[in-house]
């Protein structure tokens, strides 16, 4: 894959969205009701180009990621602030290549922000960890994150370089899964919690919190850019395809997601609003079609919806 080099400005006239990207997380993060959200399709075209530039306004400040390829199909990240020189790294499944990343780039790792505790997402955390280089991750996983500094957890909030960086609860995964929200750059980092069509494997949580984290994920806004861990989308559509075939917006979907594979070109990162449209593990508990298809009953809540799609996943 074509490395990729993403350019968000931070600009006078989205503040009002940056308002209301806080007011999402804030009140509507318990709740992500099948109405809260509306997608609105013209955005998808920005979010995975190789270059997204949110608008033609003098910049404010920028923030710049860079991803790569990293043990075959995880995605590493490198977020920089040029603004103070400031680099973080969204977890670390190699060191090598991380450090290939930074050489080409010119830029000083400051931080490491882990999501979970898994190796091929905590592995280069000591080979990366020098001098000056501060290691945040879940603090429900402190004891399995190597060489933390700061744990952190859902609610949490912490400036990186000049930018606001929120803390969600993500746990379901593993049970200390975070996610990194950056509200003024409209951008998310959710490792294996959520993925372009799909969600992470239920390893350590319960279907009640993997729900309620998928549900917080939901609730942001729909132009918010979301970046898995993992090039996972072409098997996730076939799964998608068997449980909601009936879906037009999925069906688009697909084809796009075959013709960018064909292309060696990477499906992520994705925009909400476009998971909201065709993700089966956000909309079991709005879809007729998938619930039906999963065998859901009346008496069933929207956890036991989420954990018979799991299962079928699982088995698929
Ligand atoms: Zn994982």
């Given at each position: 894959m074509a490395n990729s080099l993403f350019l968000f400005r931070k600009l006078s006239t989205r503040k009002k969205l940056s308002g209301c990207a806080l007011a999402a997380y804030t009140v509507?993060?318990?709740t992500g009701s099948?109405?809260?959200?509306k997608p609105t399709s013209e955005l998808f075209s920005r979010g995975t180009q190789s270059k997204l530039n949110m608008s033609t306004d003098s910049a404010v400040s920028t923030?710049?990621?860079a991803q790569f390829s990293c043990l075959g199909d995880n995605y590493g990240y490198l977020i920089h602030d040029p603004e103070t020189g400031?680099?973080?790294a969204i977890d670390t499944p190699c060191d090598k290549t991380y450090?290939?990343?930074l050489e080409k780039r010119g830029w000083k790792l400051t931080h490491i922000l882990n999501t979970h505790h898994h190796d091929d997402h905590t592995g280069g955390n000591k080979a990366l960890k020098e001098e000056g280089v501060k290691i945040i991750g879940p603090v429900d996983e402190k004891s399995k994150i190597p060489g933390i500094d700061e744990p952190v957890g859902g609610g949490d909030s912490f400036e990186f370089g000049n930018l606001k960086v929120n803390v969600m609860d993500a746990g379901g995964h593993t049970k200390g899964h975070i996610a990194y929200y950056f509200p003024d750059q409209s951008s998310v980092f959710v490792g294996d919690c959520l993925f372009s069509l799909g969600c992470g494997k239920m390893f350590e949580g319960t279907p009640t919190q993997f729900w309620a984290s998928l549900e917080r994920l939901r609730a942001l806004p729909d132009d918010t850019v979301v970046y898995c861990a993992h090039e996972y989308t072409a098997s996730n559509a076939k799964f998608a395809m068997s449980v909601e075939p009936g879906n037009s917006d999925l069906v688009n979907r697909v084809a796009i997601v075959k013709a960018k594979r064909e292309r060696n070109e990477p499906?992520?990162?994705t925009l909400l609003g476009?998971?909201?449209?065709?993700?089966?593990?956000?909309r079991v508990d709005?879809?007729?079609?998938?619930?039906q298809n999963i065998g859901v009953s009346s008496g069933d809540t929207s956890a036991d919806a989420f954990a018979k799609l799991r299962k079928a996943k699982d088995n698929f």
């Open positions: 509507l993060a318990s099948c109405e809260a959200w923030f710049t990621v400031q680099t973080a450090k290939e990343e499906t992520v990162p476009e998971e909201k449209k065709a993700n089966p593990f956000l709005c879809s007729d079609e998938i619930r």
